[in-house]
């Protein structure tokens, strides 16, 4: 079984930064495409950032430039960067893995076959 450990969440003021990390355990994987979700009280799981398997990167349009997702060399840890946070950025972030290369939008839950238990993320103002 594969299983993903988001860390790194926690409070931050506003216009601070958080550094999110996602680490597969369980077997050895080979690479894999992975995503970051986050969900808000009370509201959808939105899309926050992909990497793909060949390692191309996907944004939500209204993150892009202040997050930045990446990977480990040994291609099972993935990264969330997250710079000049906001209050609404407050929500519990998710990542998934995309193990068996699923057809599909990297922005799409559907693509991934395993996810974390989440990471809160609180931003006060």
């Known amino acids: 079984q594969v299983q993903l450990v988001e860390s790194g969440g926690g409070l931050v003021q506003a216009g601070g930064s958080l550094r999110l990390s996602c680490a597969a355990s369980?077997?050895?994987?080979?690479?894999?495409?992975m995503g970051w979700f986050r969900q808000a009280p009370g509201k959808e799981r939105e899309f926050v950032a992909a990497?793909?398997?060949?390692?191309?990167?996907y944004y939500a349009d209204s993150l892009k430039g202040r997050f930045s997702i990446y990977r480990e060399n040994a291609k099972n840890t993935v990264y969330l960067q997250m710079n000049s946070l906001k209050p609404e950025d407050t929500a519990v972030y998710y990542c998934?893995?995309?193990?068996?290369?699923?057809?599909?939008?990297?922005?799409?839950?559907?693509?991934?076959?395993?996810w974390g238990q989440g990471t809160q993320v609180t931003v006060s103002s």
């Open positions: 369980g077997r050895t994987l080979s690479s894999y495409g």
């Open positions: 998934g893995a995309d193990v068996d290369r699923n057809l599909g939008s990297p922005r799409s839950q559907a693509k991934y076959d395993y």
């Open positions: 990497i793909s398997w060949s390692d191309s990167t």
